[in-house]
């Protein structure tokens, strides 16, 4: 290939700078990916306000919504799904249509740009969960569509059937029905030109449930980290208090529950030296506070609430090991983030955060069952704890890690990734005449 640059079609439904969770992955993309090739974003009309103060973006279209969508959405999915505790699988269904409505109207905007071959690749990047077709893929004969990383579908551990009912995982069979029932769906994996997988269960996934070829498919992580978590070298206490730390949603399966139980569990020796920080608000924070009294850990457990991202990098830095039991994890940031400044992290091997996590980085635990994952995570607690010269070795190799997830170096791979999609398409058209 040449050095000009690229010139792609990001669809982003997804994709705002001030928001977290998947919104601001898919903005992390488009700003990363812009920097390296000509990108034209197409995205929701709900990301204008956020986009419109940075001005360094402008080749930006915004698919409006009509408006019995906009009188859908807040009367039907948010008063049904998300009145005090998210019910996410049924929200995901109900609120299907307005996805729906977005997918038909980029078809319609841009289908004929991308059958004249206006753009060397379409990149389609939100929603990232395995259920939602992408409409574009129809127009894709001549330039090569892409899509993800897709990422999901990952199942509760056996074991944590009350934790899977209080996230209403019984509902997991509408992904089932949605397969066979939304249109475009199937379409889009049998023909999607190159697929992103943001796990390696999701990988596998897709490719039994589609016959999918290596060649079309490729794990590829979703989440990643801003320079500014990067640190280079990390002073390891040493002979003093031993800071733990917790960052997440306080919900049930993020199990903070089960690390302060861990803690509880301590040896006297042990439990002396540390201290844990638990960063976040949610659903299940008066039952923890509730927890920590009865326990006795009032003096060991400080509750640090919901913090901005710069002050919650002040909490990472202070740290010394980062504990997330979390049972059901598809990306998993905060692992990442812990990682960049230099944190062992004890993990669930479950999903997405048993991947990032290496021997040389940390422990990952087997959630055989609520009562093994407790047990190993005290005593992998008490390892750290006690051994000064692992948790510098672990330390290092948590920042050497944590390179490969930095925004920029992604963004290479993802260009090396579109050159590679590119050149296959080329040939198979050449192959083909």
């Not at 928001?19 to 974003?41: C, H, M, N, R, T």
């Not at 930095?406 to 083909?432: G, L, M, V």
């Amino acid at each position: 290939m040449n050095n000009q640059k690229l010139k792609v079609l990001l669809i982003v439904e997804q994709c705002n700078p001030e928001a977290a969770s998947v919104p601001l992955v898919g903005y992390k993309f488009y700003q990363a990916i812009s920097k390296l090739a000509d990108v034209e974003l197409v995205t929701h009309e709900r990301n204008k306000t956020p986009l419109s103060k940075l001005k360094e973006h402008n080749n930006i279209t915004y698919i409006t919504e009509s408006e019995l969508t906009k009188k859908y959405f807040p009367l039907v999915v948010g008063r049904l799904t998300m009145k005090g505790k998210n019910n996410w699988p049924l929200a995901n269904v109900l609120g299907y249509p307005v996805y729906a409505e977005f997918n038909h109207r980029v078809y319609e905007a841009f289908k004929d740009k991308i059958k004249r071959g206006d753009y060397d690749l379409v990149h389609a990047i939100t929603p990232m969960q395995p259920r939602y077709p992408f409409k574009v893929i129809k127009a894709g004969a001549q330039t090569p569509v892409m899509i993800g990383p897709i990422n999901g579908g990952v199942p509760f551990p056996a074991g944590f059937e009350e934790i899977a009912k209080q996230e209403y995982a019984y509902l997991n069979f509408f992904r089932a029905i949605g397969r066979a029932l939304i249109p475009g769906y199937v379409e889009t994996y049998k023909k999607a030109d190159k697929i992103l997988a943001g796990s390696t269960y999701t990988l596998n996934m897709l490719k039994d449930m589609f016959a999918i070829p290596d060649s079309r498919i490729e794990l590829f992580y979703e989440n990643g980290i801003a320079s500014t978590f990067l640190t280079e070298t990390k002073k390891v206490t040493k002979g003093r208090q031993i800071n733990l730390l917790f960052v997440a949603r306080l919900v049930p399966y993020k199990c903070a529950d089960i690390l302060i139980e861990a803690v509880s569990r301590l040896e006297p020796s042990v439990k002396e030296r540390v201290h844990l920080t638990i960063v976040g608000d949610g659903q299940e924070r008066n039952s923890l506070e509730a927890q920590v009294g009865k326990l006795n850990l009032g003096e060991k457990v400080k509750f640090a609430g919901w913090v901005g991202q710069e002050e919650t990098v002040e909490y990472y830095r202070q740290a010394d090991i980062f504990c997330f039991p979390s049972i059901r994890e598809f990306g998993g940031a905060v692992v990442m983030e812990a990682m960049a400044c230099g944190l062992p992290c004890i993990v669930p091997n479950n999903g997405g955060i048993g991947e990032y996590v290496t021997e040389e980085t940390g422990f990952k635990i087997e959630p055989n069952s609520r009562e093994y994952l407790t047990q190993e995570l005290t005593n992998k607690i008490t390892i750290l704890v006690e051994d000064d010269n692992l948790r510098e070795r672990m330390s290092a190799k948590s920042m050497e890690k944590a390179k490969e997830f930095e925004w920029d170096r992604k963004a290479e791979k993802i260009i090396e990734i579109y050159q590679k999609t590119i050149a296959h398409k080329k040939a198979a058209q050449f192959n083909s005449k």
